[in-house]
């Protein structure tokens, strides 16, 4: 019975996931657009939360449904939009995106499904602080550059939104 | 059948497919970094879900998903500055008409 629950809820999930991701390429309008992939940024974070990581869940939380999404809708509003028509191209080009697309999730979707895998796992018992022991000893060097990572994107976004002469 | 690591790579891998449409159909310059975004986000499922479902013995999987979420993160920063700067510059972010470089 407990199985049967602990399934339903990865399905639902899933499904948000999905619907939602497919509002966001479908919906003509932009600011729609913003808001439903804060949905399905949700629905990753709940994903995280369900495969028992809960640290990822909540900064999936905080910096994509949080953070990133703003800055989405910020940008759609400082910025004047034409028609959302079709590509240069015309229709060929919608339909051979979706051509594209379709054939790259049958192709993985035919790999994973003819992968050999045993059932295993590893729960962590205290999700935070192995990530902080691991982050603070063995990874201290990428958790570094990260930083410098983080810094340098800073200052790039404030001059590039800034301009030549004003910064 | 109970959930595993299949069910979770089907489901980033469809999340991929989308964004990818997204990405290759959209002509606005804001709509292509959202497609990339969801993009992002089933790499940083498929991930976790290494790490939840295979045979591991630490959180390696998860460190990287962070690492990967800082990298994301980032890139969002700086591609709307640069979305912005292009809307100054040339009144428009219509990537089909961006082609200044265009020999």
């Given amino acids: 019975m407990t199985d049967i629950f602990y399934s339903l809820v990865f399905y639902l999930i899933a499904l948000v ?5 497919l509002g966001v390429v479908m919906e003509k309008n932009l ?31 905080m910096l994509y449904s949080g953070g990133v999404a703003i800055l989405a809708v910020m940008a759609v509003m400082l910025i004047k939009h034409g028609d959302e028509g079709p590509r240069d191209g015309g229709n060929g080009r919608a339909l051979r995106a979706i051509a594209v697309a379709s054939a790259f999730a049958l192709v993985i979707g035919m790999i994973i499904t003819a992968l050999p895998y045993a059932p295993a796992g590893y ?14 000893t063995e990874y201290v060097l990428p958790f570094e550059i990260a930083a410098i990572l983080l810094l340098s994107a800073l200052i790039g976004a404030i001059i590039l939104a800034k301009g030549d002469g004003e910064a | 059948m109970t959930v595993g690591l299949t069910h979770c790579l089907l489901l980033a891998a469809v999340l ?21 975004e969801l993009m992002l986000n089933a790499v940083n499922i498929n991930f976790i879900a290494f790490n939840r479902f295979t045979n591991v013995s630490d959180l390696t999987g998860q460190l990287m998903a962070i690492f990967s979420i800082a990298v994301g993160v980032a890139e969002v920063a700086v591609g709307l500055a640069l979305a ?15 082609n200044n470089m265009k020999g």
């Fill in chain 1, 17 to 21: 996931i999905i619907a939602s991701a």
């Fill in chain 2, 84 to 98: 912005y700067r292009m809307f100054h510059e040339h009144g428009t972010v219509n990537v089909d008409e961006l």
């Fill in chain 2, 16 to 36: 991929f497919a989308i964004g990818l449409y997204g990405l290759l159909s959209k002509k606005s310059i804001i709509a292509v970094l959202m497609s990339i």
């Fill in chain 1, 123 to 136: 729960i962590s018992q205290d999700n935070v602080s192995e990530l902080a022991e691991m982050m603070l």
């Fill in chain 1, 31 to 61: 600011v729609h657009s913003a808001l439903l992939m804060t949905a399905c940024f949700i629905g990753v974070g709940m994903l995280y939360i369900y495969l028992d990581a809960e640290f990822l869940g909540a900064a999936q939380f």
